[in-house]
């Protein structure tokens, strides 16, 4: 009896699957604390410039304010993008979602996968990109030094257990 769920099969199952998110070092708590204080600093440089009769710099401070939030909210936007990447015996899959939250979906016969890495010998792991014999991808661009290197450790061994099987 099919009950209207596929099953997966062992062969489709994922060996390696990662959530690839960029890092902010500022979270919801200290952006808003941030902007506590500078909406502060510009409502007490507003007042001192308001009371000595300089009121047309009064216009700076609000700007700067605001320019100062439409900064850190298009950094909060492109943190919203990210990358999903796994590994099963069949296929390897790299799903990319923009800030917006569109996704683009790249798909590497395991066999024919190869995962290219390039180096700086100051900086480590410059990028990451899976090829096979017709297309490539880079695979996460957004990510610290630290990260890169602990997603390509992963991601090497599960691809070579796979094409070992």
Known sequence: MNDGNAEITTEEQPVFAA???????????GFKILLLIAGLMSLVHIFVFMVIGAWPI?????????????????????????????????????????????????????????FNISRHEDIGIVSMQISDRRRATDVGSFLNRDDRETFATAFACALARVKRR
């Open 58 to 114: 009064v216009f700076f401070f609000g700007l700067d304010f605001l320019l100062l939030f439409g900064a850190f909210w298009l950094n909060y936007r492109s943190a919203r993008a990210r990358e999903e990447v796994s590994v099963s015996r069949t296929d390897v899959s790299v799903r990319k979602f923009t800030p917006a939250g569109r996704m683009t979906e790249h798909r590497f016969n395991t066999f024919w996968a190869r």
């Open 19 to 29: 959530a690839l998110t960029p890092h902010r070092s500022l979270g919801l708590k």
